[in-house]
């Protein structure tokens, strides 16, 4: 057909990004299953199906792609009616439509549809499942990959807690992307939990019997940098006395978490291409190339897209990094999880510290939600374990804490200032820190003070 929007795998791309990133995960999850799998847009156009699928379409139906969903799997020229999976489309709440026991809708053997979301909260279109006969179920192994297909709603995956809309997504993103070899890129504030991602990611997949590795790439020099990842000879340079397996080799069959990509020079940035190109490493000093079996899960707090527009990113590595990216909420976005964050934070918190529960009030909890949490859920983690530690008494008071977002509008337009001039250079000295990863010394600089007057500000505003 003239004009058909499939590329070479038969898969149409969406505008969207969550939903383009779904796309590619349950392509790379829906090619193993025996049964069919597609996805349909709102008018029933077939944007993806597997090859079970194609395969079940009759030879002499001479289906083109695209096509509607009643053409390539109901063999009609029409629509066959009220069809039931079109019930996810009317609303949020929908989380899966059984098709099997409506009359409507069956010629197909649809066996399930289930609602996929856009970055803006929507509906933008279905996952639908058919079985092989009408009255062929799913098979147990098929049940298993459509968990992570379609998830329901829940309040924790792994270690990530939360039932906010953008930790939703997020949960569905990663129980997409986690059985998949192909390369994630964690993009966030600091604080708000990469690599918590990063270790779910590894945790939920099949390779998570095997090693997960952690490397800070911002906090080592190039030529250290490359040689704790790709390892070295004996005598490449002045101290190796030995040769060393380098992190990608110790990483073998398992995970690779890189934190902190954007902090990297060119230099190293074209090496790590070629390892994630060649799928081997080259040691310092030597020629003979390593096979390696590594998934690589990249991470950072700067905007990549805009760092390739500025050239201080490689364009070619961006895209290899970030064949399925994932975007982590600031707190800000997401205050209704702070109740959540804050109940789990002080309980391992009382545990830790061998104290009895402490309960929190709801005065104490008003003032939580409603502070900005610059620091993200690292921020608040680290708030509440210093309450549990430093204060007594069953209640963690207001008494005790201090109520952030809690106190009146004061009336005094000097103290208006005061606070608007406090809240602007926190925020300034916040942004400093990030932009320079953390580096005391790159960000007084940057901020045109003293190190002495940074370190006594960083005290001063908690940071």
Known sequence: MAGSQFDHRGVAPFNDPILAARLEAIRQLAEGLSHRVAVMDRDFNVIYANESAWAAVSADTAVVKPAKCFEAFAHRDDPCGTCPAIKVFEGP??????????GDGTTCGMHQAFPLVTEQGQVGSMLVLFSNKKTTPLRAHDLKVVEHLAPAARESLGRLIGRSPAMQQLFDMISLVADSSATVLIQGESGTGKELVAKTIHELSYRKDKPFVIVDCGSLPETLLESE????????????VSSKRG????????????????NTTSTFQAKLLRVLQEGEVKRVGGNQPIKIDVRVISATNKDLTEMVMAKSFRQDLF?????????MPPLRDRKEDIPLLVEHFVASSCKRHRQPLRRVSSEVMHALREATWPGNVRELQHYVERAVVTTTGQD?????LVALGSQSEPEDLRAVVRGAVTKAE?????????????????????????????YNKIRAYKI
């Not at 992190?247 to 954007?262: C, H, K, R, S």
Request: aromatic content about 6%; charged content about 25%.
């Open 93 to 102: 709440d929908v989380q899966s439509v059984s098709c099997t026991s409506s």
């Open 229 to 240: 990842l790709f390892g070295h000879m004996r005598g490449a340079f002045t101290g190796a």
């Open 247 to 262: 992190l990608f080799e110790e990483a073998d069959g398992g995970t690779i978490f890189l934190d902190e990509i954007a």
């Open 319 to 327: 895209y290899r990094l970030a064949v399925l990216p994932l975007h």
């Open 396 to 400: 963690l008071t207001c008494k005790d």
């Open 426 to 454: 926190r925020a300034r000295i916040v942004k400093a820190l990030e932009k320079t990863g953390g580096h005391r010394a790159k960000a007084a600089k940057l901020l045109k003070i003293s190190r002495a007057s940074l």
